[in-house]
């Protein structure tokens, strides 16, 4: 069975993607942990694991909810209002995840950014693999 954004459909294909995720998830909660850690002293990897899980997913919940109740009474300006309460809900995983104050979550949020962006670009010279211009400038 052919599924567009999969490709064929089977049991490898899907056993690769499982993994696929599961190594991408690792990867991405690295910047997560290490900021965290500078912040929050008994940070745990799983805790980071559990705010890169559970952070993009009331992140878009509250982007498309709060879009589609506000968007169309406020117009223009319920998405930029739906992209602050999904930043909001985001820094609140992060806050309930490591245990901390609002402050502190979005610190951590914010050193996750620049951990991520510095490791991409340590990658990007060692490795070859760089994110193209929208993402960073070309030197």
Same mark, same amino acid.
């Given at each position: 069975?052919?599924? !567009?954004?999969? /490709? +064929?459909?089977?049991?490898?294909?899907?056993? *690769? &993607? %499982?993994?696929?995720?599961? #190594?991408?998830?690792?990867?991405?909660?690295?910047?997560?942990?290490?900021?965290?850690?500078?912040?929050?002293?008994?940070?745990?990897?799983?805790?980071?694991?559990?705010?890169?899980?559970?952070?993009?997913?009331?992140?878009?919940?509250?982007?498309?909810?709060?879009?589609?109740?506000?968007? !169309?009474?406020? /117009? +223009?300006?319920?998405?930029?209002?739906?992209? *602050? &309460? %999904?930043?909001?809900?985001? #820094?609140?995983?992060?806050?309930?995840?490591?245990?901390?104050?609002?402050?502190?979550?979005?610190?951590?949020?914010?050193?996750?950014?620049?951990?991520?962006?510095?490791?991409?670009?340590?990658?990007?010279?060692?490795?070859?693999?760089?994110?193209?211009?929208?993402?960073?400038?070309?030197?």
């Amino acid at each position: 069975m052919y599924v !567009p954004i999969l /490709g +064929t459909f089977s049991l490898a294909n899907l056993v *690769i &993607l %499982a993994i696929g995720l599961l #190594i991408i998830w690792i990867i991405v909660t690295i910047p997560v942990y290490v900021a965290a850690r500078f912040v929050v002293k008994d940070a745990s990897f799983r805790d980071a694991m559990v705010a890169t899980i559970f952070g993009p997913i009331v992140y878009v919940l509250t982007l498309f909810a709060v879009d589609y109740l506000f968007g !169309p009474s406020i /117009g +223009t300006q319920g998405y930029t209002v739906a992209l *602050i &309460l %999904a930043l909001v809900a985001w #820094i609140s995983v992060f806050k309930a995840s490591f245990r901390t104050g609002w402050l502190r979550g979005l610190v951590i949020a914010l050193l996750a950014i620049l951990v991520f962006a510095f490791l991409s670009v340590l990658f990007g010279l060692f490795l070859g693999v760089m994110l193209q211009p929208p993402f960073f400038p070309t030197l």
